[in-house]
């Protein structure tokens, strides 16, 4: 095969599946969604930490090796985004996840304040009251085995819009549900637009079935979110918030209590708004970005989690006991002081967010030449790195498919290459919510295990991985809630 051009050559003296000419592996990248999860699997086994995949004129570097995702991910140099980022755009414009240089300096200031630990402490309080619902959706199972994908997304969607949002989503709002359902179809736009090469040109696409069923899945997500930004422009209007006064409260704990007002990331975006320093467009966008990362993300988490735990009665039982030495038999709410105590209950949720990371695939612009695992990667190329598969090697994680949450106590973790371990990216573009996510996370698993056993119905090898934008099953998860005796 002869050599294109310069970039092609180098491109391809990387390891990578056989190609064809001129189409490269344009062929081998036409798939179902479960089977693209496949062939990255199938691929990052054959080849050592880093692979590529080309289609003339474009090239896609994979890397799974902590000394690459460092050069990538630790400093300012690659964080752009790359091209994938693009099809996002139509739903989440420039919104953190996907904007660059000084438009996402500016909003991650903006931003930066409402995961202040005194934020983080009122949010604690509204995501414990907002657990008893979900508790409450539990017990009407009375033993029989459920999905909990749906009722997991319902829990953090309604956790993300009464905290961040400011507003609360009543049981049955339908608005809710179809933002949901419009939130899966996205995921699978998403793919079919990422594997068919043809539709990456926006003019293209634009015309395309699929662009139009784009439109048809937008125009819900963004009628919810902009009706949840006026709920809280009104809200604001009657009632005044002085936003600054709350969150320069350093860590006197009660003068937020005193003033009982909850502040809402909302919020910050719409006094930013005043003093001109985001516009309308931008407070769409951001809330558009928040109310997906910040729910979708922690669903799929805690789905894994809770299979895992149900899987594993003697990790569950050592969960349950360390919350016995926390709360005794008491049915007190959980506070924030209560978090750091649970330990083990921790390197339980981290563990799982290893072996089902919700956000498995990332990807960055290389805008010079860079050299990753020896090779010389040309500019253009894209750097998409497989969280999922890092996590999965042998020589950082021993018996890599075994559930064992005893990895993260502190003494096992020594010595651990700090890019070894991604859920939450790394980095200055690392999550912004992964203090939120980390609460959450535990006060959903910690009142569920007060108050059930859980044991398995779904096993981890009936699991079929799915492409989407989050981890996912291709099917239900199913678990089974046992009411605990007292
Ligand atoms: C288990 C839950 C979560 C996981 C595993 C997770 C993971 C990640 C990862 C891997 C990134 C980097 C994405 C990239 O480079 O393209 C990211 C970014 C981000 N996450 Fe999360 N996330 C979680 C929960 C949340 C929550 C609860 C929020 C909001 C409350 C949130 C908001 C964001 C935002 C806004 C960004 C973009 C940050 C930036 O580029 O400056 N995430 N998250």
């Known amino acids: 095969i002869p050599n294109y051009n310069e970039r092609a050559r180098l491109v391809r003296k990387i390891p990578g599946p056989k190609d064809d000419f001129i189409i490269g592996n344009g062929w081998t990248v036409i798939r179902s969604p479960v089977e693209v999860m496949e062939m990255g699997k199938q ?8 692979f590529r995949v080309w289609i003339y004129p474009m090239g896609a570097v994979f890397i799974y090796n902590p000394e690459d995702i460092e050069i990538i991910m630790s400093g300012m140099k690659y964080s752009e985004k790359s091209f994938v980022y693009n099809f996002l755009k139509s739903w989440l414009g420039d919104g953190l996840l996907v904007s660059k240089g000084a438009k996402w300096q500016v909003r991650r ?21 907002n657990s008893y619902r979900f508790l409450d959706s539990l017990k009407e199972s009375a033993g029989k085995p459920i999905d909990i994908v749906p009722v997991l997304s319902e829990f953090t969607l309604n956790s993300i819009c009464e905290t961040a949002m400011g507003t609360q989503l009543s049981d049955d709002n339908k608005d809710a549900k179809s933002y949901k359902n419009a939130i899966y179809d996205m995921g699978m736009v998403f793919f079919n637009r990422f594997i068919k090469i043809y539709l990456y040109a926006d003019f293209i696409y ?12 937008l125009k819900v997500v963004h009628g919810f979110t902009e009706k949840v930004i006026q709920q809280r422009r009104e809200y604001r209007e009657t009632h005044g918030l002085n936003i600054n006064e709350e ?12 003033k009982k007002k909850k502040t809402a990331m909302l919020d910050l975006l719409l006094s930013a708004e005043k003093e001109g320093h985001i516009d309308r467009i931008g407070v769409q966008e951001e809330v558009d970005t928040f109310m997906f990362e910040g729910h979708d993300t922690t669903a799929s988490g805690l789905t894994f989690c809770f299979m895992l735990l149900a899987n594993h009665k003697e990790v569950q039982d050592r969960v349950v006991q360390e919350l016995i030495d926390i709360f005794g038999d008491t049915n007190r709410p959980i506070k924030m002081e209560d978090l750091p105590k649970m330990k083990y209950l921790e390197c339980c949720i981290k563990e799982s967010l290893r072996l089902y990371p919700p956000v498995h695939f990332i990807s960055r ?14 500019a253009g190329t894209f750097c998409h790195i497989l969280i999922l598969h890092l996590h999965y090697r042998a020589e950082l994680f021993k018996n890599p498919k075994q559930f064992d949450p005893d990895r993260f106590l502190p003494e096992n973790s020594v010595g651990r ?4 371990y991604i859920p939450f990216s790394a980095g200055p573009r690392n999550c912004i919510g992964q203090k939120f996510a980390m609460m959450e ?6 009142n569920v295990l007060r108050k059930f056993v859980l044991s398995p119905v779904t096993r981890p090898s009936d699991i079929r991985f799915t492409a989407d934008l989050v981890f996912r099953n291709d099917g239900p998860v199913l678990v089974n809630f046992i009411k605990r005796a007292k």
Do not use: W
């Open 417 to 420: 290459h700090p890019y070894a």
């Open 365 to 378: 612009n290389l805008n010079e030449d860079t050299v990753l695992s020896n090779y010389t990667i040309p």
């Open 43 to 50: 691929l990052s086994s054959l080849f050592d930490g880093i």
């Open 109 to 129: 200031k903006i931003l930066t304040p409402a995961f202040h630990f005194n934020i983080l402490k009122q949010f604690c309080e509204i995501i414990e009251e």
């Open 247 to 258: 969150i320069n409260a350093d860590d006197d704990d009660s003068y937020i209590y005193k």
């Open 441 to 446: 996370m535990k006060i959903a698993v910690a």
């Open 206 to 217: 634009k015309f395309s079935p699929l662009g139009r069923l784009e439109n048809k899945f």
